[in-house]
């Protein structure tokens, strides 16, 4: 077996919408470079080729409605499938599938036992929602993952997100899940979009104390989001989940262009260090890692390669 399993493949550059956007496919061929020069001949790293989701996969989270505006939408090529942030363009839907099956490939080399832990620098899309676009999102790779996992007979899921931007597709839609855990920790919503995730939100109903929000003010770093993640820890040490899924978006790190945040990659590598030993501890190493945002593309590639770093155990 494998350590880790690390999605890779051109079909991931697809993914990059047109006019000087930030979310473009510089994002991952930088990470795929600093990639190839630290783990491109290291043992226990498997390569694993991206595969577009079928519409069927799609349909596990989405609106079959929403799903067919998309794939007008990529025929036409022009206009929004959002109010200004997620642009249309010729071939968008085939790139988002190609997002979502790559999230469900990983999972299901892990469950294959071929590796204990998978990577996709391209998942993480969490601001998407059953029925509509939002924040660079085409398709809520998360959710459909969640929703094939619970029909493999997951339950108890665990949502890690570090990206700066507060995951409101997930949040909202297992608002009143029980079963899905979430620790989010983001920039405060008063000062960054989605413009949500307080700390008041903990889940509603009978999910009510199954979710942490954790906003941190601007311009906060490695020490003020440590600690609340120790705090958060303590939580986390009481459940049993079966899966771990961390979004593990980079665009808190300092110097991103759209954020205010001043993490380095040490929040990466001890939150995702943690969450690893955890995995072992209480799932059986069953942890997916998916790419999230980031568009200083320096900061991507080096947050993400100490994500994979610590699923190898490397010091790094």
Known sequence: MCRVGVVLGPELEKYSFPGGHPFNRERYLAFQKLFGERFGAVEGVLIIKPRPATREELSLYHDPVYIDFVGRASRWGRGYLDYGDTPAFPGVFEAAAYTVGSTLE??????????????????GLHHARRGSAGGFC?????????????????????YVDIDAHHGDGVYYDYEEDPELYIVDI???????????????????????????????????????A???WGEATAWL???????????????????????????STRLHREISGWLHGFSHRVCEARMIALGGGGYNIENVASAWCAVIATLLDWSY
Do not use: W
């Open 106 to 123: 990983a999972f299901d080399m892990i469950l294959s036992g071929r590796v204990e832990h998978a990577f996709n620098p391209l998942g």
């Open 138 to 158: 085409v398709f809520n790779d998360i959710g459909v993952l969640i929703e094939a996992a619970r029909r493999r007979g997951f339950r108890k899921i665990l």
């Open 186 to 224: 983001h920039e405060d919503g008063r000062y960054l979009y989605p413009g949500t995730g307080f700390a008041s939100e903990k889940g509603r109903g009978q999910a009510e104390g199954t979710k942490l929000n954790i906003p941190l003010p601007p311009y906060s770093g490695d020490e003020e």
């Open 226 to 228: 440590l600690e609340k």
């Open 237 to 263: 040490e009481t459940l049993t989940p079966e899966l771990i899924i961390l979004q593990c978006g980079a665009d808190g790190l300092s110097g991103d262009p759209l954020t205010h945040l001043r993490y």
